[in-house]
């Protein structure tokens, strides 16, 4: 399988993801910020790089990923002020997004929501604005990238067991989507060649995790 830097490695959907990759045959890294949260992620499967991304360039975060064969992005600033969610969501991401070229690392995995896009009409004054905008930037920002790229819109995310099935077409009403869920179909597109340059909007649904990942 080769090597996967996960970045956000003690996120909630990070430390669902490390085990699955680990038993899947992928030697995986979990990027943090915070030293405490070391023995957690060793616990998980991945070996724990501690590193702030936010304050690093491109060039620091493309020697970090050296010899990666793949990155998933699961990182977030969890709300909290505008300034900090631009930081982490959109300048963090970005750079980390040129830092995987300038390293050779090819695949890339962003963890997104449905309904990121430009035009996503969330108003100035909610307080998912910046949010919105933060995603909605990063995610054009990879796709003009020359990555291996894969782009996942869950819905709003749940703390339920997993059920392996999804669909990628989600009605309005019910958009629920367990972080359980998310971390399989991450490990899933990892695998998936036809997973590449496509973004997948999906929740909690009835089909088959593999089946529904079909183009």
């Known amino acids: 399988m080769g090597k996967v830097m996960i970045i956000g490695g003690h996120g909630k959907i990070a430390l669902l993801l490390a085990p ?22 060793a616990a998980a499967g991945a070996t724990p790089v501690v590193h702030d991304v936010v304050s690093s360039s491109a060039d620091e975060l493309a ?8 990155v998933v992005w699961s ?9 900090r969610t631009y930081a982490v ?13 300038e390293a050779g690392v090819g695949r890339y995995i962003m963890v997104s929501y449905l ?29 003009g990238t ?10 709003a995310l749940t703390q339920d067991e997993p059920t ?6 989600p009605d309005p009403d019910r958009r629920n989507t367990s972080r359980a869920n998310v971390a399989l179909v991450a490990a899933a597109v990892l695998n998936r060649q036809d997973t590449v ?18 183009p």
């Open 20 to 41: 699955l990759l680990k038993a899947g045959g992928w030697e995986v890294s979990g990027v943090i910020r915070n030293a405490a949260q070391i023995d957690d992620v």
């Open 63 to 70: 020697a970090l990923m050296a010899g990666q064969d793949a």
């Open 75 to 83: 990182a977030g600033a969890g709300g909290g002020s505008p300034e």
């Open 89 to 101: 969501d959109r300048d963090a991401a970005i750079r980390s997004m040129d830092a995987a070229e």
């Open 115 to 143: 309904g990121a896009r430009t035009d996503h009409g969330v108003p100035s004054g909610d307080s998912f604005f910046a949010y919105a905008e933060a995603k909605a930037a990063a995610d054009a920002h990879l796709r």
């Open 146 to 155: 020359a990555l291996s790229w894969t782009i996942l819109g869950p819905g």
């Open 164 to 169: 392996g099935t999804i669909t990628t077409a």
């Open 197 to 214: 340059r496509r973004t997948i909007e999906f929740t909690d649904g009835d089909t088959p995790i593999e089946e529904a990942l079909a």
